[in-house]
């Protein structure tokens, strides 16, 4: 079978390519939902520490980290932030 170069092949390639650029369906406006580069940006108030911890509770974060598909120094992190808002709340 030979590939048509022709005239008709190249009418044949244009309404191919009218038909996809043309919109299937209802088209409904979207309106700009995305942030901008500065709101992106997170303020980093963290510090960097050295922490001695039990094996076990070590090896529980690891583990539960893996579960959730997270790391385990964001799920410490996350322990330390909530219980020192709560106890510095009551003080």
Known sequence: MEQDTGE?????????KAQLDMPIGKLTKVED??????K??????SVKITLRVSKT??????QQAKKHHTKYQKMIRSLLDRYSKKYRLQH
Do not use: A, C, T
């Not at 992106?40 to 108030?45: G, Q, R, W």
């Not at 509770?57 to 690891?62: A, L, Q």
């Open 40 to 45: 992106l940006v997170m303020p980093d108030n």
């Open 57 to 62: 509770s070590m090896e529980f974060f690891k």
């Open 33 to 38: 939902f995305l942030l901008s580069p500065d």
């Open 8 to 16: 008709r092949g190249e009418n044949i390639m244009k309404k191919i």
